[in-house]
Structures are given as C-alpha cells and as structure tokens.
C-alpha cells in the first residue's frame, strides 16, 4: 500500500508554491540618524562630512533603491551598512539570519561584524577584490564553505551560478584576475548571491552586463525578494531600478548641508 | 569560523634600558581568528610577536592563554610570563605554540633534511617511530607543495620560496593552536609571495589556526587578516577589522599609511 492511495486524490498535485526563507515585511534593516564625517589629517584635520541624521528601514521581500547625483554618497552609505565605513553618530541595527535578535553594526566588535558578513549580510560590490591564483570556481564557491557546506556541493552550486551568469566553462578554472570587466561583475555577483542571506546589498550590479545578463541579474534580485530577502541597491540604469524596486530613498536627503549640525 | 578568546594580551610593555619596544598593548586573539600588525620597521611589532610568544620577557603586563591541562583536562588562563617554569615555557613553544621566521634559516635546522627538519619537531614531543614520522613528514611536504623526492634533501638545496613552505610545514606539523608570523613573504619575489599568501591562507583555514603575523605589507594585511592593529613608536595607535582600517582609516598615521601604497 503507497501513501498516494489515501490521498484525495483528483486535479494532478500542483507543486507547492515556494515558501519565502524569510517573512515578507519584517523588519531586517533599520539605520537611525547614522552621521559620517571623513577627517583628512593630512590636510590640517580637514572634515568632510558626508551624511548627517541618514535613517532608513527595510523588510523583508523589498529592494530599495538609493538615488541621489554622484558624490552624495550612495556608495558611502552602503559601505557603512555593511561595517565597512565607520561612523560618528547613530546606529544601524540588523536582525540576525535565524535569530530574533539585533545586532548594531556601528557598535559590534570585529568577529559580530564578520559573523553578520557571513550569514546575514552580502554584498556585492562595484569591484571584485581578487584573491591571486585562486580559481574562478574556488572564489564563488567560497561563501558557501565559510557556512560549513561541503566542498563538493559549493562547487556544484559554484558551476550552476555561473553557468547561469555565462561564464564560459573553459575560465572557470582561472583566476577571475585575467577576466574582462564584465566578467568580473558577473563572477562578483556570483558569489555575492550564492548564499543566502535575509539582507542585500548591491552597488551598481547591472552596471557593465550585456542585455541578456542584466536580465539574468534581475531575475536572480527577484527571486530573492521572493525568498524574503531585504534588497538595498544602487541602480543607474532606471529601467532596471523602476522593475525590481519596490520604492527610492534620495540620499541627498541625509547631505550635511541639507541636514546641518544633526547632533 | 572565529571562536572563543585564546591568547589575552594585557597591557604588555616592554622596554629595552629607556628605548621602548612597545607600550601597553591590549587585545585579544580568539581561536581561528587571523590578526595582522603592521607599522613601518621599528614600530614595536616584532617585539610585541617575541613578548607574546614567549620568547621575550615583558617588562610589565600580561600574555595569557586558554589551556586546557593535557591529563586532566582542567581549562584554566595561565600567564605564559608569570605561571610557567622555563621548561614548560619551552614545551609549550613545541606544542601550542608555534613561530615562522621572516628568514628560514631562524627557522629551520640547514643541515639536517626536508624530512627531518619536520620530524625533529614530531620527535620533540615524542614521536618515535620511524615509518610513521616519515609518512607524516610526506604528508606536510605535499601540503606546502613540496615534491616528494625533495624530502632528503636539505634546505640548503632549495629556494627561499621553498624555504619558508618548509619552515611552515615544520612549525605546523605538531598541532598548533597559535602560530606567530613575523613577515612571513617579506625578501621574497612578488609571484612566490602571492603563491606562499594562498598556501597560508588555505593551511590557516583548513587547520582552524588563529595567527599573530607581523607585516609591513598592508596588502598582505588585506589578503590573511581578519583584524589588523597598527602600530607606530611602540604603541598600537587603530585597530579594528581589516577593511574597516584600509578602506576608512581614522588615525593620522593610518591614514599616512594607506595613502603611501603603491598601485599598480
């Protein structure tokens, strides 16, 4: 006797609609009057500042767009989410992969950061940064070891990303610093969205891709938000920003001189 | 994966008559964490590694590591200064403890085989027989891509690139939790830099080690560290995550530093 037998059966079974990894709509990111201010000591204390009083907050299932001219820190403010950038004021809390918990990025020590890098944050930056001789495949499969999956299985995972992305098989087995510009995005997005993790961040991961990956690409940032990721991007191309993007946060808004002394 | 604190540096001051070697440094080192320090030579950096290692005495402050005693498996924080005999302060820089030379001749014994020099340190700690230090001795030479008809040969005979994945493969093969590296790639040509960077990169990440490794090269900072603290006149003047100081680096001569890279 089979278990089909008991079943009620009648229409084919339909395959059941994917579950989101994470709620759509829960809180995952949320900055808080974050302040930055770069002081070049080489140029008699010069300050820059750069954001004053920057908030935002993100769920679960949603990409949100920075927009803002060149310069008013776009860039700036996502190496900041990321603990890349530090910051003079305020606080940017993250809530953890599996836990209920929230971790403040401006605060956190070295080893949370690199915790919260591992399993909760990616990010995909404008420029690879290139492990020498390590091979294309070794380097998008790499997030996946640092989560304890087998070596085997994150090169399988490894050969289908990019597959998916067009990397010619014939490269996978050199090291990406040989590769064109484009190539190197794509290798770069790869490993940035091999592994799951409920926060995005994404900088310009459209910029230099052919029509038929920029495609790929979006359909990879929807399927994530599908899966319940929190997606922040900078996205110059429009078309691309008005189809994945849920809403624009304009950066110029968190500038020092529209802000001043947010103390 | 970065576990739990291993090794507490405490206030660690050592001075030579009135020159200083370092002032008052603090950090922690946790098991599988990488830590990078760097400053221009006479920073303090290289006797910072000697102080914590064990090899040099402080003139005050503390080095304490996490052991747990081998027979009866009490955890405890030992002083490696103050709570060890000399002798046990030796043993312990032939099991937990274990140092790469920027020169591998400080390193390795010159006169004595690729072989040997790995399993002198088996033998140390009481190793005995001789087919099983031999297979062991293969084993760590294909590890640091060292060819197998290579392993009577003395390092006399080989290239400083393959000197120091040597001298590596000896300091590894006992085991141990911390390894101190004091410029490991420094002297060597870029491309067999960037080969041993990978090797260690991958043994470090394969064995779990957490690592003190003294560098001026902040590229090699960039490439093995987790953490980086720079130091300047014997006191460590930032410290934070590796890219955190690269990228946005806050004190004057961390900002000097970062600023003087050559690109190419």
Redesign the interface.
């Given at each position: 006797m089979t278990s089909q037998n008991l079943a009620p059966t009648s229409a084919p079974a339909a395959a059941p609609a994917p579950q989101p990894r994470w709620e759509i709509g829960a809180p995952r990111l949320e900055a808080l009057g974050v302040g930055k201010t770069f002081t070049i000591h080489a140029r008699d204390q010069l300050a820059l500042p750069v954001l004053a009083d920057a908030s935002l907050s993100v769920v679960g299932g949603e990409c949100v767009a920075l927009i803002g001219a060149s310069g008013a820190g776009k860039s700036t403010l996502m190496r900041i989410l990321y603990g890349n950038y530090r910051i003079q004021t305020g606080s940017i809390r993250v809530r953890l992969v599996d836990h209920d918990q929230w971790v403040d990025v401006a605060s956190a020590e070295p080893h949370e950061i690199l915790e919260l890098r591992r399993r909760t944050i990616g990010y995909v930056s404008q420029f690879l940064e290139v492990i020498p001789r390590v091979s294309t495949l070794d380097v998008v499969a790499e997030p996946l070891l640092a989560v304890g999956v087998a070596a085997h299985d994150a090169r399988d995972a490894a050969r289908l990303a990019l597959g998916r992305l067009r990397i010619p098989e014939r490269l996978w087995e050199l090291s990406p610093l040989t590769f064109s510009g484009g190539e190197r995005q794509r290798v770069n997005i790869a490993r940035g969205l091999i592994r799951r993790a409920p926060c995005l961040l994404l900088d310009e991961p459209t910029a230099s891709l052919d029509a038929a990956n920029r495609e790929t690409v979006l359909t990879m940032i929807e399927e994530a938000k599908a899966d319940g990721v929190a997606v922040i991007g900078i996205f110059h191309d429009a078309e691309a920003r008005r189809r994945v993007c849920d809403r624009e946060i304009d950066v110029t808004e968190f500038s020092p001189a529209v802000r001043p002394a947010a103390q | 994966?970065?576990g739990a604190p291993l090794l507490q540096i405490d206030k660690l001051t050592k001075q030579y008559g009135q020159r200083v070697g370092c002032t008052d440094v603090s950090f922690d080192l946790?098991a599988g964490?990488v830590v990078a320090v760097v400053g221009e030579s006479g920073s303090g950096k290289s006797t910072l590694l000697a102080c914590m290692s064990g090899r040099l005495p402080p003139t005050s402050g503390g080095v304490r590591f996490h052991q747990r005693h081998p027979l009866t498996h009490v955890e405890a924080w030992r002083d490696i200064h103050q709570d060890l005999s000399e002798p046990e302060r030796r043993s312990l820089l032939r099991t937990d403890f274990a140092v790469v030379h920027q020169d591998p001749r400080d390193g390795l014994r010159m006169t004595v085989s690729a072989g040997g020099n790995i399993g002198e340190r088996k033998m140390a700690i009481g190793a005995r027989h001789y087919n099983a230090i031999r297979a062991e001795a293969l084993g760590w030479l294909h590890r640091v891509e060292i060819d197998d008809d290579r392993i009577d040969d003395r390092p006399t005979a080989f290239s400083g690139g393959m000197r120091q994945r040597l001298q590596i493969a000896r300091a590894l093969a006992t085991d141990p939790k911390v390894v101190f590296m004091d410029e490991p790639t420094g002297g060597l040509d870029v491309s067999v830099q960037?080969?041993l960077?990978?090797l260690i990169?991958r043994l470090v990440g394969d064995f779990g080690l957490s690592v003190v490794i003294v560098t001026h090269d902040l590229a090699v900072a960039r490439?093995l560290a987790?953490?980086m603290l720079v130091m300047r006149r014997g006191l460590v003047v930032e410290s934070?995550?590796t890219?955190?100081v690269l990228?946005?680096p806050?004190?004057?001569y961390s900002?000097?530093l970062v600023?003087s890279i050559l690109r190419v």
């Open positions: - | 994966m970065i946790r964490e960037a080969r960077l990978d990169r490439l987790h953490r934070g995550l890219d955190q990228d946005d806050q004190h004057e900002q000097l600023s």
